[in-house]
């Protein structure tokens, strides 16, 4: 497989994770009134408990969890970090104001990587992450209202420390390619402990009372906060992460027909013109990858 056609497989693998994370907001929604700390940490417990039982059938896969402590700061950080501003953005903050300082991290991801050693910055990349970014700002204004208000600024603080969290981690993550994804597994379990101790300071336990609302937990910890940071992993460090930054402007679009698909949100015109945005973004973003593909066809014919 040649560097090209790796690139692209691994793009891929990052889409879905953006994929899986569409689902987030709808099992969360099934999975009951657990507080977000506990929810975290038995989510965090299912996602790295999965990556470490498949390490039964390569057993020197263990040996990830010997990084140096930057690469556990940057794992853990990266996870508990947004995950733990995001919570705190929601208690200070009106949820749909919150989330959009949290959606700045697609962009900012598209912004840093024209830091990282042989990455150019191009003009349709940012052309791509601000059309997703429009028809996000489209989307949450337009299915819940939104008015910033001064005396919630703490809370979007949080919400941007938390979008600041989530793009350095995956940005960073890329100078440390040759960390396994396996590693992924030993973060997730430190944020389950870190997450349970937080729940235990903050929180009261509530637990699901129905079978669905337990089957939604379970979800949540095999797909959007389990499977998903391992193929999230593979596609910031080897995939194209502008594409991938681009695109993950799909996340909350799907997240909300999914929403209005199970009951639990009206359609509105809005999601519409978020829908067009979104996809032009996406698609313009990703042009290289459209263009090496041609470039291969025309090679081989």
Not at 40 to 60: D, E, V
Not at 62 to 84: D, E, I, M, T
Not at 106 to 124: Q, R
Not at 274 to 292: E, H, P, Q
Request: charged share 10%; hydrophobic share 55%.
């Amino acid at each position: 497989m040649n560097s090209s056609t790796s690139q692209t497989a691994a793009t891929l693998t990052g889409l879905a994770a953006v994929f899986m994370w569409s689902f987030l907001s709808l099992l969360t929604v099934a999975s009951g009134t657990m507080p977000p700390f506990q929810l975290a940490a038995i989510t965090f417990a299912i996602g790295g408990l999965i990556g470490i039982a498949s390490w039964s059938f390569r057993p020197q896969a263990a040996r990830s969890l010997k990084q140096p402590l930057v690469v556990w700061a940057l794992g853990v950080g990266g996870l508990f970090g947004y995950h733990a501003l995001y919570f705190i953005a929601l208690r200070l903050a009106p949820p749909a104001e919150a989330q959009l300082f949290n959606y700045l991290w697609p962009l900012l991801i598209v912004l840093f990587s024209a830091f990282l050693p042989n990455e150019k910055l191009k003009s349709h990349h940012i052309i791509g992450v601000l059309l997703g970014l429009a028809g996000t700002l489209v989307l949450i204004a337009g299915m819940r209202g939104v008015e910033i208000r001064p005396e919630y600024i703490t809370g979007y603080l949080c919400a941007l420390g938390a979008a600041l969290a989530w793009s350095t981690y995956s940005v960073l993550s890329r100078p440390f390619k040759e960390v396994p994804t396996d590693a992924v597994a030993g973060f997730c379990l430190v944020t389950a402990v870190l997450s349970l101790i937080c729940h235990l300071l903050f929180e009261q336990t509530v637990w699901p009372s129905t079978v669905l609302q337990w089957l939604s937990v379970v979800a949540l910890g095999i797909f959007p906060v389990g499977l998903a940071f391992y193929a999230w992993d593979r596609g910031v460090k080897r995939g194209d992460i502008r594409a991938l930054g681009a695109a993950s402007y799909a996340a909350p679009l799907i997240s909300t027909i999914l929403l209005v698909v199970f009951g639990y949100a009206e359609p509105r015109g809005p999601l519409a013109l978020a829908t067009v945005l979104i996809s032009l973004g996406g698609i313009v973003a990703a042009k290289d990858m459209f263009t090496r593909r041609r470039a291969r066809e025309t090679n081989l014919s």
